[in-house]
């Protein structure tokens, strides 16, 4: 009985992460669309939601890397699972209210692999998945993005040279609604996995899926879809107030070249079954389809925030994850201490919340750093 | 060893797929885009048979687009 208290705590702050997950990244996934005024902002949120929703269903590989691919099943319990989520959420939180850069899907992991390792010691956690599935793709993905998306705006820069600009410009933003559209049913298909492979991961840790017929549930992906579905329609209206103001410059060539750059990248990875952080992707394209133009249009201090959040997050969000995992300990095996640390969780929420909002305007997103071409 | 190779290629596959698929698709869209205008510009100086011949080489490119995308999306929904 104990055990499915936790796992429905797991099941829920799972949800709650997923939600968030969709809520922040919806800047990333309309802002190009929007700043071009390839289409207006409703209508771009709504088609996202959608789409994000759909992306979901498209594959499962992410979902089976995360539940089997950086941590031994064996060694994994509710609780593992719900310390590593908790970590993430504490790390992002942490790095959220001073400024730092982080990344979601890495801080997820890093907390599930850390929360294992204090769990089960160092031999819980599977290194060569780590360093193959995780840390190569983290570096080379926005790399490739900005590749991709730098020779395609120079391959397209010659091609529509000869023609008026205005009718480049009016096809693009067409093509835009489409490249868009391609990126969110990505974000979906990458991002919302990464939430079904741990909640499918603390099925199996209480008994309630067999680690030899591992599958994803249905119920999984539908209640994981709709999480990031609708984090990501929450998401956008706050967005709408901001993104007047702070506007990428892009023309919808270069638009439409970044999305198709993110999307072709993360789809990819997707199929490969790599868990990739999306908003570096996407800002990798963007910087690609920047400098394609003008190479000095590239706000570098982006790139250095990438690495920086490279750098930083994995470590910490598994550190965080082994120290929260230790105080559930701590409380013995029972509910005791997963509820208490949802409890400091949410007070310590609120807090943040509270004073961040009295204090703190928001940034500008990743997006509008990216590139002033 | 082999498991190394393995995962290496397959990285390798990312990084060429989605480049190669990002650099095809965004020729293309071009190609269709400046074929389209072309016919318009055409049609305006009355040289029908022109105009309809961008037309439809702009469509072709356009179609092509359109299978490369769902041709990809059916490649990540498979499951192997």
């Known amino acids: 009985m104990s055990v499915d208290v936790i796992l429905v705590i797991v099941v829920v702050t799972a949800l709650a992460f997923d939600f968030t997950n969709g809520f922040h990244d919806t800047a990333n996934v309309v802002a190009t669309s929007i700043s071009t005024r390839a289409i207006g902002p409703r209508r771009a949120i709504a088609i996202a939601s959608a789409l994000n929703f759909v992306g979901a269903f498209i594959s499962l590989k992410v979902a089976d890397t995360v539940a089997r691919g950086f941590v031994e099943t064996h060694a994994v319990t509710s609780t593992v699972v719900y310390a590593g989520l908790l970590g993430a959420i504490s790390w992002n939180l942490m790095t959220w209210y001073v400024g730092l850069p982080s990344s979601s899907s890495h801080a997820l992991i890093g907390g599930l692999v850390g929360s294992a390792i204090a769990a089960k010691g160092w031999s819980a956690a599977s290194g060569s998945g780590i360093l193959d599935k995780l840390v190569i793709p983290a570096v080379v993905a926005p790399l490739v993005a900005f590749t991709a998306a730098w020779l395609a705006v120079v391959c397209v820069y010659r091609i529509v040279r000869s023609v008026r600009p205005g009718g480049v410009s009016r096809g693009f933003k067409l093509g835009q609604v489409v490249s868009g559209g391609l990126l969110a049913l990505s974000h979906g298909t990458n991002d919302a996995q990464k939430t079904m492979g741990l909640i499918t991961l603390a099925l199996v840790a209480s008994g309630k899926l067999s680690a030899s017929n591992f599958h994803v549930p249905l119920w999984v992906v539908i209640s994981a879809a709709t999480a990031i579905s609708l984090g990501t329609f929450t998401g956008g209206w706050r967005i709408i107030k901001t993104l007047g103001t702070k506007i990428i410059s892009m023309d919808p060539a270069q638009g439409f070249v970044a999305q198709t750059a993110g999307a072709a990248v993360i789809l990819a990875a997707s199929r490969g079954g790599y868990p990739l952080s999306t908003t570096h992707v996407i800002t990798g394209g963007i910087a690609g389809a920047g400098a394609g133009k003008r190479l000095s249009a590239v706000r570098w201090g982006v790139a250095g925030e990438i690495v920086t959040a490279w750098v930083l997050t994995l470590p910490c969000a598994a550190g965080v994850a082994a120290v929260v995992y230790a105080v559930v300990h701590l409380f013995g095996n029972g509910d005791a201490g997963p509820i208490f640390m949802s409890v400091v969780l949410v007070i310590a929420l609120i807090a943040v919340y509270v004073k961040a909002r009295g204090t703190r305007a928001h940034g500008p997103t990743p997006h509008a750093e990216a590139s002033q071409a | ?80």
Not at chain 2, 13 to 31: D, E, M, N, T
């Open chain 2, 1 to 80: 060893m082999i498991l190394v190779a393995s995962t290496a290629s397959a990285l390798i596959r990312v990084v060429w797929s989605s480049i190669l698929a990002s650099v095809v698709v965004s020729i293309l869209f071009a190609g269709a885009v400046v074929g389209l205008i072309r016919a318009s510009e055409l049609r305006r100086a009355s040289r029908g048979p022109a105009a309809a011949a961008c037309t439809a080489a702009a469509t072709v490119a356009l179609l092509i687009c359109l299978a490369a995308v769902v041709y990809g999306l059916i490649l990540v929904g498979q499951k192997s």
